[in-house]
C-alpha cells in the first residue's frame, strides 16, 4: 500500500532523514517510535506532501507521492492526523469537519460522513456547536481524527495521538484507532508512548536520528531488551 524507499530529507544544512526504508501494508497498524528529535514527524509530513524530500521514493498505491500534489493526496485516500492536533479553533466542531471533506463534491457524501463520524465519536456530536478551541485536549484528538475521516481515507498518518493527554484518555484515543483499524483502515502511528504503540500493531519500525535502527514483528520488538531499556523504561 505505502512503500518508502531511501529516502532523504534536508532541512538546509541539516540531514534530518538518512536512507529510511518502510513498508505499510494494507490492513495493518505500523508503529514508528523513537526519541524526540528522531525524524519520526518529518517522514509523515513528507509522506502527505507538506515537506519536500532531497531523494528517495514514495508510493502510494502505485502512484508516485513525490509528484503529487499535497491536496491530490488526500483525494487518494490518505489523510493526516497532525501531531498537535491543529483543529480550527475558532470554527464550531461541524465546521471543522466540513473542512476535512473539502474534497467531496457530493453534499449528500458529506452529510452521512459527518453522521458517520458523530457514531464513531458521540462526544463530538453532543458538541457540534461548540467552538472548536473551547474542547478539552483529548475532545480535540477525537475531531482532528474525526476531520481527517472526512475524507474516506483508506490510510491514516497519525502523529502522537497521545501526546499531552491524561492516562485515561490514553486509553480511549488507542481505543479508538484500534476500532477504525477493525472498520478497515490502514494506519501508520508515530508515537512516543512506545509500550501501547507495540501492543496494538503489528509491525514497527525504530528510528533514531534519522535513520531505521531496528525493524520487525512489534511483540517481538516489545521484548528486546534494546528497546525496553530504551523505549519502555524496563
Known amino acids: ?17 538518512k536512507g529510511v526504508s518502510l513498508e505499510v501494508n494494507d490492513g ?7 526519541a524526540n528529535g528522531a525524524g519520526k514527524t518529518t517522514i509523515l509530513h513528507t509522506v502527505s506532501g507538506l515537506v519536500r524530500a532531497t531523494s528517495g521514493t514514495i508510493t502510494y498505491d502505485g502512484v508516485n507521492l ?9 483525494s487518494l485516500g490518505m489523510a493526516h492526523v497532525p501531531e498537535g492536533r491543529h483543529v480550527f ?5 461541524q465546521e471543522n469537519l466540513r473542512m476535512g471533506a473539502y474534497s467531496l463534491s457530493n453534499p ?6 459527518i453522521e458517520r463520524v458523530f457514531k464513531s465519536f458521540p462526544r463530538l456530536k453532543e458538541r457540534a456547536r461548540q467552538i472548536a478551541g473551547t474542547l478539552s485536549g483529548g475532545e480535540q484528538q477525537m475531531l482532528a481524527t474525526g476531520r ?6 483508506k490510510i491514516l498518518l497519525m502523529d502522537e495521538p497521545s501526546m499531552g493527554l491524561s492516562p485515561i484518555l490514553v486509553k480511549e ?24 504503540a507495540l501492543s496494538i500493531s503489528s509491525r514497527a519500525y525504530v528510528l ?17 531488551d534494546r528497546v525496553r531499556k530504551a523505549y519502555l523504561g524496563v
Do not use: C, W
Open 28 to 34: 495493518e497498524i505500523v508503529s514508528l517510535i523513537g
Open 108 to 113: 449528500e457524501q458529506v452529510k452521512q460522513n
Open 148 to 153: 481527517a475521516l472526512m475524507a474516506d481515507p
Open 208 to 224: 533514531e536520528t534519522g535513520s531505521i535502527a531496528m525493524a520487525g514483528n512489534a511483540a517481538e520488538l516489545m521484548e528486546d
Open 89 to 93: 479553533s475558532r470554527m464550531t466542531v
Open 173 to 196: 484515543i488507542f481505543r479508538i484507532i484500534e476500532t477504525l483499524h477493525a472498520k478497515g483502515i490502514t494506519i501508520l502511528l508515530v508515537e512516543q508512548n512506545a509500550k501501547v
Open 1 to 17: 500500500m505505502l512503500s518508502i524507499k531511501d529516502l532523504h530529507v534536508h532541512y538546509g544544512a541539516i540531514h534530518a532523514i
Open 66 to 74: 513525490r509528484a503529487t500534489a499535497p491536496n491530490k493526496i488526500v
